[in-house]
Each structure stands twice: as structure tokens, then as C-alpha cells.
Nanobody
Framework: QVQLVESGGGLVQPGGSLRLSCAASGIIFKIHTMDWYRQAPGKQRELVATITGGGTTNYADSVKGRFTISRDNAKNTVYLQMNSLKPEDTAVYYC????????WGQGTQVTVSS
């Protein structure tokens, strides 16, 4: 049974930082491309960051220079370090494991507000 469990969300002030984690089980983690998506109220889900099994990363223009995706294959975990957070980063953040089939976590809420 495949499980992706996100954690690390919460309420943070503008300019603050959070680190999201996504722990995977039931898959051969190291060969999966891992993505972070987010969905704000009333908006479509959007791709935020990607990291391949080999460590190649890609980012949405809106988060470049502020967010960093990384992975620890020994811990079957992918991370999203979010710095200089803005109110427009408020959303539910989801991790996705991608190979032949997509697997999704349940999401973690990030709220950026003063």
C-alpha cells in the first residue's frame, strides 16, 4: 500500500519560513520523481517544484529563489524549504510521487498572514 504523508504546514507571518516534509512508503522511492503542488481556494492545483531521482530540480517562476526542494532517499522523504513567504503562497501543499502511476498525499495547509 502506497502512502505519502505530508507534514510541516502551519501559520507563518510574511517573510517567514517553513519546511514541509513528505514521507513515502510502499514505493521504490529513489526511482520516483517527486513533486510539490499547491492549491489555493478557488484556484487550480499548480506545480511548485520537482526533483528527479537523480536530483535534478525545477521550480515554478513564482517560487524561484525562495523555495528549495530536496530529497533524502535513505529516509524516503522529500522536503520543501520555503523562505521569504508571501501571503500568495497560502495554499494546501501536496506531494506527488511520479513514475508510471501518480501517487498523492493528503496535503498540508500553509497560511501566510500577519
Amino acid at each position: 500500500q502506497v502512502q505519502l504523508v505530508e507534514s510541516g504546514g502551519g501559520l507563518v507571518q510574511p517573510g517567514g519560513s517553513l519546511r514541509l516534509s513528505c514521507a513515502a512508503s510502499g514505493i521504490i522511492f529513489k526511482i520516483h520523481t517527486m513533486d510539490w503542488y499547491r492549491q489555493a481556494p478557488g484556484k487550480q492545483r499548480e506545480l511548485v517544484a520537482t526533483i528527479t531521482g537523480g536530483g535534478t530540480t525545477n521550480y515554478a517562476d513564482s517560487v524561484k529563489g525562495r523555495f528549495t526542494i530536496s530529497r533524502d532517499n535513505a529516509k524516503n522523504t522529500v522536503y520543501l524549504q520555503m523562505n521569504s513567504l508571501k501571503p500568495e503562497d497560502t495554499a494546501v501543499y501536496y506531494c506527488n510521487a511520479r513514475l508510471i502511476t501518480d501517487y498523492w498525499g493528503q496535503g498540508t495547509q500553509v497560511t501566510v498572514s500577519s
